[in-house]
């Protein structure tokens, strides 16, 4: 099984402000990683796929990056929707998720 | 606009048998495009893959569930369902279902239910 860990797991941000998440991949996944936005009660939104392609629909504000086993998702610009919480997702084999970053005022 | 909705019972006893469905709409899943996923979370965990369906029929899924795992497709419904059985405690959850897309050979769920939770309590 390949074990995705994102960090941190929470932190406090306030609007405007630049926040960069990280995840790291327990052996090599080239780009195979996913990020997805999801809030309580709702449907959860992917935002980039292939670690660093911006998804239809999705705000450029949000990029990702990276490749290997080291990746990251920045918010250039922090608006009041993104108070969210963010999973890394691989897709090398098969599917699993890290443990979710919480964005909080 | 691709749209899809969870339905079953909230509440499940143990050692009985979780019932899914997720309806589509505004897209087919005859399609031979996409695979047709399940995706749960319990609360304060992570998200964790299920499994997933193909009209082609073929499927995979989760080897830590898959003894206890059925995943089927209507085609004239336009819906695709998941029973788990045995279940217990440790099956409640959060459910949700996904369309997977593949871009250049990269897989991502592009769309998502809302979810629907599922507990699992006599």
């Known amino acids: 099984d390949i074990q995705m860990t994102q960090s941190p797991s929470s932190l406090s941000a306030s609007v405007g402000d630049r926040v960069t998440i990280t995840c790291r991949a327990s052996q090599s996944i080239s780009t195979s990683l996913n990020w997805y936005q999801v809030k309580p009660g709702k449907a959860p939104k992917l935002l980039i796929f292939a670690a660093s392609s911006l998804e239809s629909g999705a705000p450029s504000r949000f990029s990702g990056g990276g490749s290997g086993t080291d990746f990251t998702l920045t918010i250039s610009s922090l608006q009041p929707g993104d108070f969210a919480t963010y999973y890394c997702q691989q897709s090398y084999r098969t599917f699993s998720f890290g443990g979710g970053t919480k964005v909080e005022i | 606009q691709v749209q899809l909705q969870e339905s079953g019972p909230g509440l499940v006893k143990p050692s009985q048998t979780l019932s899914l469905t997720c309806n589509v709409s505004?897209?087919?899943?005859?399609?031979?495009?996409?695979?047709w996923n399940w995706i749960r979370q319990p609360a304060g965990k992570e998200l964790e893959w299920i499994g997933r369906i193909h009209i082609s029929g073929n499927s995979n899924n989760n080897p830590s569930l898959r003894s206890r795992l059925t995943m089927s497709a209507d085609t004239s419904k336009n819906q695709f369902s998941l029973k788990l059985t045995s279940v217990t405690a440790a099956d409640t959850a959060v459910y949700y279902c996904?369309?997977?897309?593949?871009?250049?050979?990269?897989?991502?769920?592009?769309?998502w239910g809302q979810g629907i939770q599922v507990t699992v309590s006599s």
């Open positions: 505004g897209g087919s899943i005859s399609s031979a495009t996409y695979y």
């Open positions: 996904a369309r997977e897309a593949s871009w250049g050979g990269f897989p991502s769920f592009d769309y």
